[in-house]
């Protein structure tokens, strides 16, 4: 009877183990279920490899996207699947947004830019000065931006505050005004396209160049920027835990994409 019961124990034990194993099984799957969801249909984490949209996005920025701003494309999803064309819930964005879209140059990469061209519009650069239909848009030099400042080797740059036609106003950063960009033909935005330049207007690869970027399809918008959530300046190694304290940037937490 003692052995029995020392069998029966082991049993018990032995399922209590497999049961256990079996919900942590099925609470990861649900927490990948649900993070999908979320990075699909809500919010996707990006972060900022280049300085081309300085000051206002930074290396080492990383930020959330709104996928629901813009509607969904296969664009929206894991892997481009499922393939379809169009937009489902498509909303189109405004003049001044933030956002992020598929290079339609080079497939499989993300690119994030302001918009500045809507469908029909007619865009140039003169003089460094963004001309919009024809008008320039209005510009104010305020005091120069600092690049990298806890480096040995920090840059100051020219600032301005730009103003669009429907009063989106965002800081930029200029130079020169007679950089190989600062002079540009009249670029005539097609319908269902878009017309993206980086805020840094100097170090940009951006709508101005047809043979890399060119205009963005309505389809390839991946949503709008909206929220920082984490920032890491150059001092930051993720090998060396004691400098995530000394290189976050503690005030662009949380901080608002404009």
Known sequence: MAKMSSNTS???KENGLIAEAWDTLKTVFWALVIAIVFRTFLFEPFNIPSGSMYPNLMVGDYMFVNKSSYGYSK??????FPPFEGRVMGSEPERGDVAVFRNPKQDGV???KRIVGLPGDRIQVKAGVLHI????VKRRRIEDYV?????PFPKSIKQYVETLPNGKSYNILEETDTAYLDNTKVFIVPEGHYFGMGDNRDNSSDSRVLSSVGY???DNLVGRATNLFYSAD???KWYLPWTWFI??????LLHSVD
Do not use: K, M, W
């Not at 239909?133 to 320039?136: H, I």
């Open 234 to 236: 150059s001092r930051v």
């Open 216 to 218: 963005i399809p309505f």
């Open 75 to 80: 664009y929206s999803f894991l892997f481009g």
């Open 133 to 136: 239909n024809g008008e320039a």
């Open 247 to 252: 290189g976050t940037r503690y005030d662009r």
């Open 110 to 112: 993300d690119y994030v």
């Open 147 to 151: 690049i990298n400042p806890e480096t």
């Open 10 to 12: 082991e049993e018990q």
